[in-house]
């Protein structure tokens, strides 16, 4: 097996696409930083962030008269209200205007990962039909589930090593460009209990990522899955795509009836409860990871079935 993922990292690093995909996501991390840092308030001044916080504090009081804001929204902006009085009771600095604000904006770059795996792991199988050499792997001494699962976890491997590059470059570039500058501030926020905590932002913003991550998973084993049960790269890249950035927004439309909660994208953004701010109410993370298990077993299992029982002579 050890031998067979090894032959599939070979064949993805030896391309000039893999190593294109990361210098390209290497590019974006470095724009998107150095826009972010050019257009951060500069002036000096020591209360700068102090004045800030109470504008926004004022545009979130004046929100909360609006006759039409729902009850979510107005327990969402309340909670906002009471961590601000906690940044200034506490002369905390906030994440906006440091080295934080621009890591925590860079996990979004997560949905460019996951775009790039999956183009990887929609051509790993369909490519092989494709050019014929799936005979080469079949002639093996290596069974079929072994060929799959090594194709399968050197995908995961190769998302997980992006981001980890995605992490590490963003965290030494916002580093460099605010001096490193309140890297020990703690995260402020409200747990479950209604009661405002401080927190590691190291940890919390790696939590992030992981949980971010989670969705590439799914729409990585979506990709493979396609790609082994049609034989098709096109299919398997342009359904999965589809569904990365169109998902969502059928969600927006399904969110009033009850039952879109056990659809795959009400659950695929497990940050949502980081945030507190599930896609339902009663939505809890437990429930999120357990629908998502059963779909993640679902996919492997018909691409598993696919792959062992039938034909694949080329």
């Not at 996951?114 to 001494?141: C, H, M, N, W, Y």
């Amino acid at each position: 097996m050890v031998n067979l993922i090894l032959n599939e990292n070979m064949k993805l690093y030896r391309r000039v696409r893999t190593w294109l995909m990361v210098a390209i996501m290497i590019a974006i991390v470095f724009l998107g930083s150095f826009m972010d840092w050019y257009y951060d308030d500069k002036s000096g001044e020591t209360d700068a962030w102090r004045n800030h916080v109470v504008e926004q504090k004022q545009e979130l009081t004046e929100r909360l008269n609006e006759p039409k804001l729902s009850e979510e929204n107005r327990a969402y902006i309340q909670e906002r209200l009471a961590i601000f009085d906690y940044h200034l009771e506490h002369n905390i600095h906030p994440e906006g205007g440091t080295m934080w604000n621009g890591i925590d904006t860079s996990a979004e770059l997560i949905i460019l990962i996951t775009l790039f795996t999956v183009i990887v792991a929609g051509d790993s199988l369909a490519g092989e039909f494709t050019t014929g050499t799936i005979k080469l792997l079949l002639i093996r001494p290596a069974n079929r589930t072994k060929i799959l699962v090594s194709k399968y976890l050197s995908m995961i491997i190769f998302g997980l090593l992006l981001l980890v590059i995605l992490f590490i470059v963003s965290v030494l570039l916002n580093g460099l460009l605010y001096q490193f500058e309140h890297w020990n501030m703690p995260l402020v926020s409200m747990n479950d209990a209604g009661i405002i905590v401080e927190s590691n932002m190291f940890g919390n913003l790696w939590k992030t990522y992981l949980l971010n991550c989670v969705s590439t998973v799914i729409f990585v084993t979506m990709a493979f899955m396609i790609s082994t049960a049609f034989r098709s790269s096109i299919m398997a890249i342009g359904f999965s795509i589809f569904a990365l950035f169109a998902g969502m927004i059928f969600m927006e439309l399904l969110q009033p009836y009850a039952w879109s909660k056990y659809v795959l994208f009400a659950n695929i953004d497990l940050s949502q409860y980081l945030n507190g701010r599930p896609f339902q109410q009663g939505m809890t993370m437990n429930f999120s990871i357990l629908m998502l298990s059963i779909y993640f077993i679902l996919f492997n299992l018909t691409a598993w079935l696919v792959f062992t029982k039938r034909d694949v002579a080329a």
